[in-house]
């Protein structure tokens, strides 16, 4: 059994920063790439980033040089750092990795609220 357990989402002011974590555990041979989504009220879940397991990112554009994505491959760990943060980052956001256990699959966590006050 695979967990993807999230943490460091809150309440920001715009302007602010906020460092999210998320810890992937269970049976894990390995794990290919790791991600951050969001979805806003009302809107579609949409990527924020991503990184492989060589190290390869790629942001949205609404977040390019704002938001940096990285991870520990030994903790099985990725975080995202959020600067700057903005009103319409106001989202939940949900971490997702694909993790070879017997077989390659994709896991989602189980979401963390992020709030940016103006």
């Known amino acids: 059994q695979v967990q993807l357990v999230e943490s460091g989402g809150g309440l920001v002011q715009a302007g602010g920063s906020l460092r999210l974590s998320c810890a992937a555990s269970?049976?894990?041979?390995?794990?290919?790439?790791m991600g951050w989504y969001r979805q806003a009220p009302g809107k579609q879940r949409e990527l924020v980033a991503a990184i492989s397991s060589g190290g390869n990112t790629n942001y949205a554009d609404s977040v390019k040089g704002r938001f940096t994505i990285s991870r520990d491959n030994a903790k099985n760990t990725v975080y995202l750092q959020m600067n700057s943060l903005k009103t319409e980052d106001t989202a939940v956001y949900y971490c997702?990795?694909?993790?070879?256990?017997?077989?390659?699959?994709?896991?989602w966590g189980q979401g963390t609220h992020v709030t940016v006050s103006s």
């Open positions: 997702r990795a694909e993790i070879r256990t017997t077989y390659l699959d994709a896991y």
């Open positions: 269970g049976r894990i041979f390995s794990i290919n790439t």
